[in-house]
């Protein structure tokens, strides 16, 4: 049986403006939603970091 990661959410506040241009960026690069494009570069920084601490 897998079990399922347990998650956190967090808030974060942007300007209209900001959104847009998320919103612009995550449809150009083929995501569904400002969120979902957000969680992967999120996934991307951690595992640059982990690389960084290893080395």
Known sequence: MK???REKQ???RL???QHA???EIAETEG???VSEFV???LEKAI???EGKRKS
């Open 3 to 5: 079990f399922r990661r």
């Open 10 to 12: 967090i808030g974060v």
């Open 15 to 17: 300007r209209a403006d």
């Open 21 to 23: 241009a998320l919103k």
């Open 31 to 33: 995501y569904e939603s």
């Open 39 to 41: 969680r992967v570069l």
């Open 47 to 49: 595992k640059e970091h």
